[in-house]
């Protein structure tokens, strides 16, 4: 089913503790793969301030190119709209942010491909970067607005 063209693009949020990896990747994959229905941002508790280089390395194998990116505050969008909230942390492993804001909420989490050693982290990133693509993109492409959705004006 194809989204009118008059019609706003549902808006993404995905959130992550640095916001320089998971969160980053998701962004890139989603406002590239999925750019027809979806308008993705992502943001962290405590943005390390950077985009991870074998984030950026792992999203240009696959042609997306997310150089531009920066790590952002969920704070930044704290009193703006979104449709729906992905968090990407592992539970087990870190405190996942919570969201306050609007919008539906959801939790898919991956490792934190950074915290491999050294010579693996090429590797992690690259596996995490598939596993973003099929369980995030994924859900969104079979996800579906509440009745309810408010109408956006951008």
């Known amino acids: 089913m194809s989204v009118n063209m008059n ?14 990896a998971r969160s980053q990747m998701a962004e890139g994959l989603i406002n590239a793969q999925l750019a027809d229905r979806f308008v993705a941002f992502s943001a962290g508790t405590r943005p390390t301030g950077y985009v991870h280089p074998q984030a950026i ?7 997306i190119d997310i150089s531009q990116q920066r790590s952002k505050s969920a704070e ?20 996942c942010p919570v969201w306050l ?24 990133f690259r596996v995490v970067r598939d596993m973003i693509q099929k369980q995030i993109l994924g859900y969104l492409r079979n996800w579906q607005p509440d009745a309810k959705r408010r109408n956006h004006d951008h």
């Open 76 to 95: 930044e969008f704290r009193r703006e709209p979104f449709d729906v909230v992905v968090t990407v942390c592992d539970d087990a492993a870190e405190d």
């Open 7 to 20: 019609e706003a693009k549902y808006r993404v949020l995905v959130l992550c503790t640095g916001n320089s």
């Open 101 to 124: 804001g609007q919008g539906q909420r959801v939790h898919i989490g991956f490792p934190d491909p950074a915290a491999a050693p050294p010579q693996q982290q090429a590797h992690q």
């Open 57 to 63: 390395a792992a999203l240009r194998e696959i042609g």
